[in-house]
């Protein structure tokens, strides 16, 4: 029986989704990126999960698209281009954009190409030091790579990345301000669940807010951006997050969140 390229795994309510083609680095395939996206969209329909985790099995956490396997007879492309690049792997990123839940990307050895999208895509990134990422889309002689990376360290240091299709240090990530942590080989699954841990204690419902309100409000004006928080912090008020969080405040205590 051939083993499951993506697994899926839920426990305290911290769900996690683990990439196990380790024979090809988790390159992603199409049946890959059709199973992620089923395992995201279901975490955000499931209040069971307050957290997600992604992370890669094997010698790599992702080391991009596989470009070989992509296209051949036992894993067909759509016969319209536009439709294919539409559907790959910009549909993971854009779950992992709408999840209304933290996500935190764990980071071994390689983040390449859609692997550094998902890493970027996420809330928290956590790596170990010998880690290295990269967008080596010119290298294939491909454009891509050109929303998350630009937005989040600014075009001139991004286009320094996309159009020499240099790979980087972890080091070189975490003076852009990307990384949640550096961590030792050994240490990395530890990190992230302790991450893990704490986000699925809190008021993730509040997270949540945030979380969209970030998003929506990151290209408006001042004063647009301020309405949008004050409708964030007014729908937060009528959460039940909200009232264990008052209640624990003025019974000195800490809350017990349910994510509600």
């Known amino acids: 029986m051939e083993e499951k390229k993506v697994l899926f795994h839920l426990e305290q309510h911290i769900a996690t989704i683990t990439l196990n083609r380790t024979n090809a680095l988790n390159a992603l395939d199409n049946d890959m990126i059709s199973d992620i996206i089923h395992y995201l969209k279901g975490c955000n329909n499931n209040d069971e999960v307050r957290v997600v985790v992604i992370k890669g099995n094997g010698k790599a956490f992702c080391s991009g698209d596989d470009l070989v396997d992509m296209g051949t007879k036992d894993h067909p492309n759509p016969s319209n281009k536009f439709t294919e690049y539409i559907q790959g792997y910009p549909e993971i990123v854009k779950a992992i954009w709408d999840l209304e839940k933290p996500v935190i990307t764990q980071v071994h050895k390689y983040a390449l190409g859609a692997g550094f999208e998902i890493a970027l895509a996420s809330d928290f990134i956590i790596a170990s030091e010998e880690s290295k990422f990269g967008l080596p889309f010119v290298l294939r002689g491909l454009a891509a790579g050109t929303y998350l990376l630009p ?76 309405d949008m928080q004050a409708l964030s912090t007014f729908a937060s008020f009528y959460t039940d997050d909200y009232q264990e969080g008052i209640q624990a405040f003025v019974e000195k205590r800490e809350p017990n969140f349910k994510g509600k």
């Open 151 to 226: 937005k989040m360290i600014g075009y001139h240091q991004a286009a320094k990345i996309l159009f020499t299709g240099e790979m980087i240090t972890v080091n070189e990530l975490e003076s852009y301000g990307l990384l949640y942590r550096i961590t030792t080989s050994e240490e990395l699954n530890n990190e992230v669940s302790l991450l893990a841990e704490k986000l699925a204690n809190s008021a993730t419902r509040s997270i949540s807010l945030m979380k969209r309100a970030m998003h929506n409000s990151a290209d408006l004006a001042l004063h647009e951006a301020m």
